[in-house]
Every structure is written in structure tokens, then in C-alpha cells.
């Protein structure tokens, strides 16, 4: 142990006399949890508006009215565009998919699709709604996922659901005095 200090010395030292006990019930606080990402399957339709008026790929600049996406239940589009990689495929299918899958961990959700013969931009778009999920949960607008929204609301049918990966914590957090 290094050199101690008598009470009149530390007195002398602060300028004050000082209470031997301050700091006797001090507990640290809480550390929080680490945050989960908790999957659950939402309507597409319900996603809301991502803010893409200004991204420089034009087909992410169009369409997002009620009536274009009442339109999209009607008509929804099968399959991809070529005008980007998020219009590049068949969302419906992508969904269905990872909401099959979903109970299963991460991992596993994406090694079984490569064992079901899901390949390609399939695979791709898949994975993308694990690793990196669509998060609409957050007062600002979007954390993650705005164009892969896009995409979806652009081809979504009421039936077509989305895995919504919005982050919650496991407990929570302590409340701070005031």
C-alpha cells in the first residue's frame, strides 16, 4: 500500500474539515445491455416514407404517395429493374423468405438459404435484411434501410412483409436521479 494521509492532514490539504464516510453508499451505475436486434415481420405498405428527395439515384427520388402505394398492392412488381442494385431483384420473394426463416439465428438464416438454392442478387438482398436490417424504429426516420425501403414499397403487395430489425435493449435502463 502506498503512503496514507492522517484526517488533519487531508483537512489541511482541501481546506475543510472532510466527513471519513462521503462516498460509503456510493454503487456504480448499471452498465447497459448490449443492444439486441429483434426480428418481426410488418407490413410493407406501413413502412414509412424514407427521406430520399435529394439521393442522386433517380429512381429513389419518385413515388412514395398513398395512391403509388395502393397502386403497388394492385400491381405489384415481380421480379427487377435495372435502373439500381436495391430495383434489382424481387423483393416479395426476398421477404417471404427471410420471414420463413427468422426464428432461426442470424447464421443459420443465412447459411439455410444457401442450402434452399437461394443465390445471387437473391442472396445478396437476404442477407442484407440480417446483417444489416431495415430499422424505421428510430424518432429521426431511418437508422438503416431507406433505399432497401424504397425498393420493397416500390413492389410490395399487402401480403409481402418485411423482417423489421429495429434494435431494443434486453432490459431496461436504470433510471438517473435528477
Known amino acids: 500500500m502506498g503512503p496514507s494521509i492522517t484526517v488533519g492532514e487531508l483537512a489541511q490539504l482541501v481546506g475543510t474539515p472532510v466527513?471519513?464516510?462521503?462516498?460509503?453508499g456510493y454503487l456504480p451505475p448499471q452498465r447497459r445491455p448490449e443492444p439486441v436486434i429483434r426480428?418481426?415481420?410488418g407490413l410493407a405498405l406501413l413502412l414509412p416514407?424514407?427521406?430520399?428527395?435529394?439521393?442522386?439515384?433517380?429512381?429513389m427520388r419518385t413515388g412514395l404517395s398513398w395512391p403509388h402505394r395502393l397502386a403497388a398492392q394492385l400491381l405489384p412488381r415481380r421480379g427487377g429493374r435495372d435502373c439500381?442494385?436495391?430495383h434489382g431483384g424481387d423483393w416479395?420473394?426476398?421477404n417471404a423468405t427471410a420471414i420463413r426463416l427468422t426464428a432461426r439465428a442470424t447464421?443459420?438464416?443465412i447459411d439455410?438459404?444457401?442450402?434452399?438454392?437461394?443465390?445471387?442478387w437473391q442472396f445478396q438482398a437476404l442477407e442484407s435484411l440480417f446483417l444489416e436490417p431495415i430499422d424505421a424504429s428510430h424518432r429521426a426516420g431511418y437508422i438503416g434501410g431507406r433505399h432497401r425501403a424504397k425498393?420493397?414499397?416500390d413492389s410490395a403487395r399487402a401480403d409481402c412483409s418485411w423482417p423489421n430489425g429495429s434494435i431494443h435493449r434486453r432490459q431496461k435502463p436504470p433510471e438517473r436521479a435528477h
Open 151 to 153: 425498393a420493397i414499397l
Open 112 to 120: 439455410e438459404a444457401a442450402r434452399d438454392g437461394v443465390r445471387g
Open 92 to 94: 416479395q420473394a426476398v
Open 84 to 86: 439500381c442494385w436495391y
Open 49 to 59: 416514407r424514407p427521406d430520399l428527395d435529394d439521393d442522386p439515384l433517380a429512381c
Open 39 to 41: 426480428y418481426a415481420a
Open 19 to 24: 466527513d471519513g464516510d462521503r462516498g460509503a
Open 107 to 109: 447464421r443459420e438464416v
